[in-house]
Structure formats: structure tokens, C-alpha cells
């Protein structure tokens, strides 16, 4: 076994965070192989002689994830086996990662910025990443140290994740006040965990409700009381769970197409441009899929005038609905 470990799970800010300097610190690429031996977070459970397809489909999961921050992740082919995924080369070009040469800042907004980069220096560079840095230069592969460190996005998981991990390992039934899109009353569920993932960057828990005798998604950011344990235990559910609820959620979010127009050279086309699954038509318009209607439409408001939705009619209301009421907060 490569890379095993007996220490707990990696956060998976930190396995994001790792991978993210991982890809920065190569001008060659990493291969699949040379990311899963040697990035924190996947180095733990590499298998060299083993079954990695667990981990691959993390993998792909985890490069969406990054795609959706705005970063951009380019995939080279290797020239002497076109076509063949598993050689495929992963990097991150520095140049469309750091901030363009034109950026001034401040002297007080340097004075800030070092502060944060005096924080994020040792995690950025951590022992891990060094050691990670000695074994990708013993494969072979070209590494360029980062100099300074590279402050990611931190996301915070849900307040709800905790509590529902550990009633997910003891298999206790928990209930918790849920408030579902459109409806201005949250109602109490009662539910018994089967699985928790994490699908395009959000946190959902798979559950079944006995009250309505069927299995239903919950996405963590909507539950909006405390998660108390009942003390009611429930027989462990069959394997295959996690993957169940991802191949539910990719499903919908399959279903769902949004078409948008965008502002070249902005943020929202950086980040929307890089989803995963977005596509761009002949007049240069993007296509998107997306899960949850109420979700996007915020995540669309968000991004102001850089974007007009062309369809569906019910996006397009939604997100406007929310910029008018932007307008009318400020008066």
C-alpha cells in the first residue's frame, strides 16, 4: 500500500487546498497516478496495486469543485499516447490563476495582504505539501516550489454536517426543522441518515424518512434548527449508498438546463465558463446545468449585469425578482 495512512480523513478544504498547489507548482502537468499517490487527501488511501476508482471518481468530483471557484484547470494530452485518459496531465497556469499585471494596491491594502499571507504561509507550505513536492521531483516530474503561499476560498461546512456525521456512524435517527424553496414555514423532519455527500460543491444528506416511506435528499444549507438525536438506532443500510445519492443528484442536475448570456472577460464568465458541463452555443452564449432552481437564481442575481438569462422563463423570472429586490433594499 502507497500512501497509506492510519490518520483521520483529511477536511476536504484541505484536500481542495492541496490539490490546488499541487496543480500550481508543475509547468509539465500531474498525471491521475502522480495526483492520487501524492496530494493530501488522496495519498492516504492510494492503493498502488489496488482498486483506486473510488478515488479517481473523488477526483473528478474535487476538479469541478475547483472549476467552479473560477480557477481553471488545463488537461494536456501526452504527445506519445493521444487519447488515453489515464495519461492525461492535470495543471493550473499561473497565468490565468494570479491577478492581472495591471492590479495596484494600496498601501494599506498590502499591509493587509501580508498579514493574510503570513497567516496561510506555513499551511500553504505545510510538511505535507514538502513532502508531497519530494515525491512528485523523485517520479520525475518538474515542480516549482511555490514562493509564497496561495490563499484558497474557505468554505465552511454547514452547522448541520457535524451532528449528522455522528449520528451517520452510530446510525441514530435525527430530526431537525427544514425549510424547502418557495415556502415561508419550515416543517420538522424525522429521518435516519444513510449517507452524507458533497455534489457540485454543496452539502446534502441522503436519508430515509419513515413518515413518508421513502428516501429523500436533504441539502444541508436549508435545515435551519439545531440536528438532535433521538436515541433511536436503525439497522446499517446496504453498501452503495453514497453512490446512489450522487448518480440521484446528477440526474437532476442533468435534467436541468439553463441558457445565459455573459460579459466577456469577467468573473461570471470565468467561473460559469469552467463549470462543469457548460457548453458554449454559436452566438456565444452559455449553457449550464444546475440542480436547484433557487440556488442558481441567487448564484445568477449575484453576479449583477455581467449576466442575462435567456431561459427557462421561471430562471429568468427568479433572477429577476432578485435584483429588483436588491434595487428596492437600496433605496
Given at each position: 500500500?502507497?500512501?497509506?495512512?492510519?490518520?483521520?480523513?483529511?477536511?476536504?478544504?484541505?484536500?481542495?487546498?492541496?490539490?490546488?498547489?499541487?496543480?500550481l507548482?508543475?509547468?509539465?502537468?500531474?498525471?491521475?497516478s502522480?495526483?492520487?499517490?501524492?496530494?493530501?487527501?488522496?495519498?492516504?488511501?492510494?492503493?498502488?496495486?489496488?482498486?483506486?476508482?473510488?478515488?479517481?471518481?473523488?477526483?473528478?468530483?474535487?476538479?469541478?469543485?475547483?472549476?467552479?471557484?473560477?480557477?481553471?484547470?488545463?488537461?494536456?494530452?501526452?504527445?506519445?499516447?493521444?487519447?488515453?485518459?489515464?495519461?492525461?496531465?492535470?495543471?493550473i497556469?499561473?497565468?490565468?490563476?494570479?491577478?492581472?499585471?495591471?492590479?495596484?494596491?494600496?498601501?494599506?491594502?498590502?499591509?493587509?495582504?501580508?498579514?493574510?499571507?503570513?497567516?496561510?504561509?506555513?499551511g500553504?507550505?505545510?510538511?505535507?505539501?514538502?513532502?508531497?513536492?519530494?515525491?512528485?521531483?523523485?517520479?520525475?516530474?518538474?515542480?516549482t516550489?511555490?514562493?509564497?503561499?496561495?490563499?484558497?476560498?474557505?468554505?465552511?461546512?454547514?452547522?448541520?454536517?457535524?451532528?449528522?456525521?455522528?449520528?451517520?456512524?452510530?446510525?441514530?435517527?435525527?430530526?431537525?426543522?427544514?425549510?424547502?424553496?418557495?415556502?415561508?414555514?419550515?416543517?420538522?423532519?424525522t429521518?435516519?441518515?444513510?449517507?452524507?455527500?458533497?455534489?457540485?460543491?454543496?452539502?446534502?444528506?441522503?436519508?430515509?424518512?419513515?413518515?413518508?416511506?421513502?428516501?429523500?435528499?436533504?441539502?444541508?444549507?436549508?435545515?435551519?434548527?439545531?440536528?438532535?438525536?433521538?436515541?433511536?438506532?436503525?439497522?446499517?443500510?446496504?453498501?452503495?449508498?453514497?453512490?446512489?445519492?450522487?448518480?440521484?443528484?446528477?440526474?437532476?442536475?442533468?435534467?436541468?438546463?439553463?441558457?445565459?448570456?455573459?460579459?466577456?472577460g469577467?468573473?461570471?464568465a470565468?467561473?460559469?465558463?469552467?463549470?462543469?458541463?457548460?457548453?458554449?452555443?454559436?452566438?456565444?452564449?452559455?449553457e449550464?446545468?444546475?440542480?436547484?432552481?433557487?440556488?442558481?437564481a441567487?448564484?445568477?442575481a449575484?453576479?449583477?449585469?455581467?449576466?442575462l438569462?435567456?431561459?427557462?422563463?421561471?430562471?429568468?423570472?427568479?433572477?429577476?425578482?432578485?435584483?429588483?429586490?436588491?434595487?428596492?433594499?437600496?433605496?
Amino acid at each position: 500500500m502507497s500512501g497509506a495512512s492510519t490518520s483521520g480523513a483529511v477536511p476536504i478544504e484541505e484536500r481542495l487546498f492541496s490539490l490546488v498547489l499541487a496543480l500550481l507548482a508543475t509547468d509539465s502537468g500531474l498525471t491521475k497516478s502522480d495526483i492520487l499517490s501524492t496530494v493530501r487527501g488522496y495519498s492516504q488511501r492510494y492503493s498502488a496495486a489496488g482498486d483506486n476508482a473510488n478515488l479517481e471518481r473523488q477526483f473528478e468530483r474535487d476538479k469541478d469543485d475547483i472549476r467552479e471557484l473560477g480557477i481553471p484547470i488545463d488537461t494536456i494530452d501526452s504527445p506519445g499516447d493521444p487519447g488515453n485518459n489515464q495519461n492525461l496531465r492535470y495543471r493550473i497556469s499561473r497565468g490565468d490563476y494570479e491577478l492581472p499585471a495591471d492590479i495596484r494596491f494600496s498601501p494599506d491594502e498590502t499591509a493587509l495582504l501580508n498579514l493574510a499571507a503570513m497567516v496561510w504561509r506555513e499551511g500553504s507550505l505545510s510538511a505535507e505539501s514538502r513532502r508531497a513536492i519530494v515525491k512528485l521531483r523523485a517520479l520525475g516530474v518538474a515542480v516549482t516550489e511555490p514562493v509564497l503561499g496561495y490563499a484558497p476560498r474557505v468554505r465552511v461546512r454547514d452547522a448541520a454536517f457535524e451532528p449528522l456525521s455522528i449520528a451517520l456512524e452510530k446510525r441514530q435517527v435525527v430530526q431537525f426543522d427544514y425549510l424547502k424553496p418557495g415556502e415561508s414555514d419550515s416543517r420538522q423532519r424525522t429521518v435516519a441518515p444513510l449517507a452524507l455527500v458533497q455534489h457540485q460543491g454543496r452539502w446534502h444528506l441522503y436519508a430515509d424518512e419513515p413518515n413518508s416511506g421513502s428516501t429523500r435528499t436533504f441539502l444541508l444549507r436549508r435545515i435551519v434548527s439545531p440536528v438532535s438525536i433521538t436515541g433511536k438506532s436503525f439497522p446499517a443500510p446496504p453498501p452503495g449508498q453514497s453512490d446512489r445519492a450522487l448518480a440521484e443528484l446528477d440526474d437532476v442536475w442533468n435534467s436541468h438546463l439553463a441558457l445565459v448570456e455573459v460579459e466577456q472577460g469577467t468573473d461570471a464568465a470565468a467561473r460559469l465558463g469552467n463549470r462543469r458541463g457548460t457548453t458554449v452555443t454559436a452566438d456565444g452564449a452559455l449553457e449550464l446545468h444546475y440542480s436547484d432552481l433557487n440556488i442558481v437564481a441567487d448564484e445568477l442575481a449575484g453576479y449583477g449585469p455581467e449576466v442575462l438569462v435567456l431561459a427557462p422563463q421561471e430562471l429568468r423570472d427568479a433572477v429577476r425578482t432578485r435584483l429588483a429586490r436588491a434595487a428596492a433594499d437600496h433605496g
